[in-house]
């Protein structure tokens, strides 16, 4: 347990629904960040949180929409995902910029049909 | 841009071999380096990090790491793996821009 939890596990979804992944940290941690895990490729950051405030998105299509309401919870809003967007989402926390590593959460494993 | 590149994707040893994993980073200036690890069906996990000081750095279950500057590399080690370690290991570095970039991972299979 590395006090960063991500909800749901597994998520199938259709190209028209409209779904959210959840990620909460326990940790005290001020800067939240989303992660795209796909096969064979690095992981790509996809937003950066530090002190509620987007501080990064990294060229992220629109039908991704991040959302931080405090600095325990941070969500992604998936709508009208394409099957290229199946893949591991991680959702990682840090006590803010400098030098500290990250903790990542378990993932969730999104499949889009 | 700032990237990190393992050259290594899929790595196959037999217990008690050693291991080098190759991690190479692009930047210049001060850099943060780190070696991550992911368990069938775990998260990932840090290994062990440099910052600053001696760039020969010691992490958990025996596994080490070399910072060194003129190579722009942080290669890891373990002088003897064991079947536990077969995992994915992801190399992955901050610069000033203070975004963590990873490498694509290098998997690493050993044999009983």
């Known amino acids: 347990e590395t006090g960063v939890t991500q909800t749901p596990r597994h998520l199938v979804m259709g190209m028209t629904n409209k779904k959210s992944l959840k990620c909460e940290q326990h940790?005290?941690?001020?800067?939240m960040y989303w992660y795209k895990q796909s096969a064979k490729k690095p992981l790509e950051l996809m937003f950066v949180?530090?002190?509620?405030?987007?501080?990064e998105n990294n060229s992220v299509p629109s039908r991704f929409s991040p959302e931080c309401p405090n600095s325990s919870h941070l969500f992604l809003h998936l709508h009208t995902l394409q099957p290229e967007d199946s893949a591991l989402y991680l959702c990682?926390?840090?006590?803010?910029?400098?030098?500290?590593?990250?903790?990542f959460g378990q993932g969730t494993r999104l499949t889009v049909v | 841009a700032q990237s990190v590149s393992q050259h290594n994707h899929h790595v196959i040893l037999s217990e008690a071999a050693s291991l080098e994993l190759g991690c190479n980073y692009s930047?210049?200036?001060?850099?943060?380096l780190f070696w991550y690890v992911q368990y069938p069906g775990q998260h990932l996990q840090l290994l062990l990090k440099y910052f600053s000081g001696d760039p020969l750095v010691k992490g958990i279950k025996g596994f080490e790491a070399e910072f060194i500057k003129s190579k722009f590399s942080f290669n890891l080690r373990k002088p003897s793996v064991q079947w536990s370690d077969t995992a994915e290991y992801f190399c992955?570095?901050?610069?000033?821009?203070?975004?963590?970039?990873f490498g694509s991972g290098t998997q690493l299979t050993v044999l009983p």
């Open positions: 992955a570095a901050r610069g000033s821009a203070r975004q963590l970039t």
């Open positions: 940790l005290g941690h001020n800067a």
């Open positions: 990682a926390s840090s006590q803010g910029p400098g030098n500290t590593e990250a903790f």
């Open positions: 949180y530090s002190l509620e405030e987007r501080v």
């Open positions: 930047y210049g200036g001060t850099v943060n």
